[in-house]
């Protein structure tokens, strides 16, 4: 199968590799994009010779077309877009770059029916409403990389979703499960890097820490399952050892548990529809000896349930709650802000930005952009 | 639909016809049938006023057909095959009848093309070898009254069973799974009566007391889903809200979770393949707050691993496992026997009775009766 794999740089990006490497024969990677890891990207290119290539500064393009003559390159979001919809036949685009760059590619590549292995959230937070209509139009498969959402369309195969009850997604709590409101006062980068369970790229691990990437996840499944808000539920489970349930009318419950391992979700998005084996250790539930559940504290994660009303509202207020956000989390990788700073950006900005423009792609780029230049602008 | 329901004043029969009150004009109750309970069975037979009821003694046969002339009445074990086979329309079997009477009874409903639901383990335990090829020449469904089978069926849903790597049933441990063998010594029937999570019958609370239940639970698995035993492994989960699990080849684990409420699986079977909301409160993970997980130690329970070795050995050993089994729970409910005693009974009676014999019917009819009556011999 031809693989169009955007964000190769990244943890999703590596990750997917390691499974390529041991199913060789299997797949084409024909275009790959990095952001600045040029020297990565290098050895990413000697390995899988793409056909294309694309990153983020013109003057890296340059640099690497000299070296690589035989690898057509781009740069910047025109070539992002070039990488999801290079040649001409299909294939699965796995679209593993971060933040709200990750939109129009995956639209495109839609358009170009190909399918879609999608662990950039972004995509469905902010255009879930232009998204899934497309997906519907141009029939393709939409298969999320992410434990949670992998997990809940596992729990759904063979089974009506008219008798879904609800949709359980459950949360680590992230790096500050722990500590008190108070305690978050101080703080660390080098803390809120510290995941407890999962092994991802840092600003997932912030909006972990904040449980704003639970509350995308709201979004996301409610856009993906078409689920009302009302049915989804999220619950605290701090062994990341189920990761997420479905209940259906007749009040079974259907979990998907495993070890917390990113390479779970992607072999399982790669293979889709069928399962193939994945040479790694069984779950030991002896081993694990308990999993523990507790009801999410919403006033300890105001994220949270400030997403679930954004999701709700729809409309372009997504697009401000992300955009606020990706903003606000560069600010703290930066050391610009403090931790608890974020939610006062994401907070202020929910309330600056009341826009009742209609969801067009055109519409959610500007504000993206507006809103982002407002919280750069607070802080230069 | 119409619906064949043996063993009706049991637990299961009274569970059964709780879903029937509420979805009355879904199901026509055709048959019934009861052991020794006549005065429940007299009220059920006037408020479902089915065609044809049978008993276990003639005398309750004749009483019966007194009072009730436009009942049809049968006894005994042809009492039971008649009212597995009543009518000529098709429908479903439930079949809860306790012990090996309940085999010849699906046998013959799976000729008439009838779909099974069953409850009655020894059906598959001493008979799998000749359902299952039954099940399949006839094309009816077989459909498990068992939370861990029901479980394992609804985790297969919608998958390909070659990507299956292995069944994980759980087991609650039964009521005395704090107890070492060195206390299991003087426990008594009312103790080995009070099981910690589950309201069942009496056999199968004794059953799930010694893990032979479990055992079972482990022959029955091999059959209906057609796995080899070293697929089937069984775990300690004391909460009993893991009702069983399923590994596939890519690690992932599907599980279901649920109160232990034997309406769910008996609902589940009732409406096969659709599920249908059945009307209780939902499982409530915050609440239950921890699920425990121990492997499962062998030689506490040494009918578990023997019912493995029997199970792998095959053909005519189920039976003599089944029906020693049986008998000595016979003799422990009237109190003739200890606890530790069935144990003691079952070993000695697999190690007396290795029969080469062919798996037919009339064989595992005819040592089934002849273990019985060695084992009631030994104490009479």
Redesign the interface.
């Known amino acids: 199968m031809n693989l169009y794999l955007l964000g190769v740089t990244g943890s999703i990006g590596q990750q997917t590799l390691d499974i390529l490497r041991k199913q060789q024969n299997k797949f084409n990677l024909i275009s790959v994009s990095a952001y600045k890891n040029i020297e990565l990207l290098k050895s990413i290119l000697e390995e899988f010779s793409p056909k294309y290539a694309t990153v983020h500064l013109k003057e890296d393009k340059e640099t690497l077309e000299k070296r690589y003559p035989s690898i057509e390159f781009g740069y910047g979001q025109q070539g992002l877009i070039k990488a999801a919809t290079y040649g001409e036949k299909t294939g699965l685009l796995i679209n593993a770059v971060v933040g709200s760059a990750g939109l129009k590619p995956t639209i495109e590549a839609i358009k170009k029916k190909r399918n879609i292995a999608l662990a950039n959230k972004e995509t469905l937070v902010i255009g879930g409403e232009i998204i899934m209509p497309l997906v519907k139009k141009h029939q393709v498969s939409l298969i999320p990389i992410d434990s949670e959402h992998s997990a809940i369309m ?2 759904l ?4 979703k008219s ?1 879904l ?2 949709i ?1 997604i459950t949360a680590s709590g992230g790096s500050f499960r722990d500590l008190s409101r108070k305690d978050l006062k101080d703080v660390t980068l080098k803390d809120a890097l510290n995941h407890p369970n999962w092994s991802m790229g840092s600003k997932i691990t912030i909006d972990s820490a904040t449980m704003m990437n639970k509350g995308f996840e709201v979004i996301e499944a409610h856009h993906l399952f078409n689920v009302p808000y009302k049915k989804i539920k999220t ?1 605290l ?1 701090k062994e990341s050892i ?1 990761h997420s ?1 479905v ?13 917390p ?1 990113m390479r ?1 979700p992607i ?2 998005a790669l293979f889709y529809p ?5 040479n ?4 030991s ?2 081993k ?8 999410l504290d919403e006033t300890r994660y105001p994220l949270l349930s400030l997403a679930k009303e954004v999701g709700q509202a729809g409309g372009l207020l997504p697009t401000v709650l992300n955009a606020s956000n990706e903003a606000a989390v560069q600010l703290f990788l930066n050391e610009t802000i403090s931790f608890l700073q974020i939610e006062d950006i994401v907070i202020q900005c929910i309330n600056k930005f009341k826009t009742t423009n209609h969801v067009t792609l055109e519409n959610i780029i500007a504000l993206d952009e507006e809103v982002k230049q407002f919280v750069y602008d607070l802080y230069t």
């Open positions: 596992q729990c195969n063979g089974e009506d008798q009850k609800q359980i619950i489970h189920v349930l209940e259906f009318k007749d009040t079974s419950i259907i979990a998907h548990l495993g070890n391992d779970v072999n399982y069928n399962r193939t084996a994945f790694s250790d069984s779950l539930l002896e694990v000896s308990s999993l523990h559940f507790e009801a």
